[in-house]
């Protein structure tokens, strides 16, 4: 059984005001650099054997801070990437919310694909490809990915048995620690857009001598 511990990115000045997708130098602010360094204290006390970033600036630097209380490098994955949102990219979300292409985002995502980007169903595809690649070199393992909130919202529906189209009732906030135990026996969601207290650690043991 592998144990997935994903993380979102810290806030940028992007923040619930625009599309930033794969921009580039887009920096944590300083709220946002404090929530990686928290993240980090949170999760010093794991036994990590590997720590996964999307290619974006705010999530290296997320996972740099989470590395910081551990023996490891931060390793790309472009699989766990954000959302290639094309022409919306960069855009407010006020202005996006005016598209009808912005409800069927909200009410039918299954159907959704964002102006010369990616659909939904893609970016869920690919994440899975990714993390099943990283399954198998960590078989027993405890990995971090740090990627972004519809990717990991798109990643906890997969592994809830929850359709696509209902995946924007999952809340992934900024900084946030989902946790997932996945082996060949099926998953265990252990813990969603939180912080898992120490008693968490307990069960996640629990579940891996149980599934292994």
């Known amino acids: 059984m592998t144990t997935f511990v994903f993380v979102r990115h810290g806030v940028t000045a992007h923040t619930n005001k625009k599309l930033s997708?794969?921009?580039?130098?887009?920096?944590?602010?300083d709220e946002g650099k404090a929530q990686a360094a928290a993240a980090g204290e949170r999760l010093a006390g794991f036994k990590l054997d590997a720590i996964y970033s999307s290619p974006i600036l705010r999530t290296v630097e997320t996972a740099r801070a989470i590395a910081a209380h551990h023996d490891l490098d931060v390793v790309i994955r472009r699989g766990i990437g954000e959302v290639h949102y094309g022409g919306w990219e960069d855009r407010s979300l006020k202005s996006l919310a005016r598209t009808k292409l912005w409800v069927t985002v909200q009410r039918f995502p299954s159907a959704a694909r964002f102006p010369d980007g990616e659909s939904l169903r893609e970016v869920q595809a690919r994440a899975l490809e990714e993390i099943d690649r990283i399954r198998e070199?960590?078989?027993k393992g405890?990995?971090?990915?740090?990627?972004?909130g519809d990717v990991i919202r798109l990643v906890a529906a997969h592994y809830l048995g929850v359709h696509i189209d209902l995946f924007q009732r999952?809340?992934?906030g900024p900084a946030s620690i989902s946790v997932i135990a996945v082996g060949q026996q099926g998953p265990v969601v252990l813990s969603l857009n939180a912080a898992p207290p120490?008693?968490?650690?307990?069960?996640?043991?629990g579940a891996q001598k149980r599934r292994a």
């Open 21 to 29: 997708g794969w921009m580039p130098k887009l920096h944590l602010t």
């Open 137 to 139: 070199e960590h078989p």
């Open 142 to 148: 405890t990995v971090c990915c740090v990627s972004h």
């Open 198 to 205: 120490p008693s968490d650690a307990r069960t996640l043991a």
């Open 170 to 172: 999952i809340m992934i």
